[in-house]
């Protein structure tokens, strides 16, 4: 079993509409959760830490569920821009040991 | 501030042969980690840091040699390149509890 699961979709989004999919993880001990967003296989970059309340940054809203070890990441009102693959990486322990899932595809259509 | 850096950015390589991929940070952060990613694998942890002269092991470490002599730079090393080291591969360095910041990628293909 992966220590980081994702459904690699692709996820086919109507623009404007609402996509949302999970990641789930086997350590119960994690400590860190951050959804990273890539592009056509260039370098993954930070789109948002993921806190225990829950946080959103515009657009995009991420939930963290620690009884069922699972983060949630949500796009509304989806752009063209928005189509890229979503990996959702974990640190298990205070330190530099991420884990990542192998992405989530987002295809947003006109 | 340039952050990550890596070199090449590609590279072609004939079985056996051996070379280094240079990873830089100028944000004197105390991790680095190196990563390839293949279609359909996410990225798989080769080797990584937490400060200088401290490396371990990774997920898939065999084949490749890494060292930190200093807190800018962890060089990868392949030892002698197989087709199945052909990938895309990335450097990575944190603070340890924050985000991760990554270099470019060298595209690395071995015949």
């Known amino acids: 079993r992966k220590e980081v699961e994702q459904d690699p979709g692709p996820f086919n989004v109507p623009e404007g509409a609402t996509v949302a999919f999970n990641c789930t993880y086997s350590n119960s001990a994690s400590q860190s959760f951050f959804w990273y967003r890539q592009d056509c296989r260039k370098e993954p970059k930070l789109l948002m830490s993921?806190?225990?309340s829950g946080n959103e940054d515009g657009r995009f809203t991420a939930q963290l569920n620690r009884a069922s070890q699972y983060i949630s990441l949500l796009i509304r009102d989806s752009k063209l821009s928005d189509s890229a693959t979503y990996l959702c990486?974990?640190?298990?322990?205070?330190?530099?040991?991420?884990?990542f899932g192998a992405g989530t595809q987002v295809v947003v259509t006109p | 501030n340039a952050g990550v850096t890596q070199t090449p950015k590609f590279q072609v390589l004939k079985t056996g042969q051996s070379m280094t991929l240079q990873c830089a940070q100028d944000m004197n952060h105390e991790y680095m980690s190196w990563y390839r990613q293949d279609p359909g694998m996410g990225l798989r942890l080769i080797h990584y840091s937490v400060g200088a002269g401290i490396t371990d092991q990774g997920e898939v470490p065999n084949g490749y040699n890494v060292s930190r002599s200093t807190t800018e730079d962890f060089p990868l090393r392949l030892l002698s390149a197989a087709p199945s080291q052909t990938s895309v591969y990335f450097c990575?360095?944190?603070?340890?509890?924050?985000?991760?910041?990554f270099g470019p990628g060298t595209r690395l293909t071995v015949l």
């Open positions: 990575a360095s944190s603070s340890g509890q924050g985000e991760q910041f």
């Open positions: 990486v974990v640190n298990p322990l205070w330190g530099g040991k991420f884990q």
């Open positions: 993921v806190y225990s």
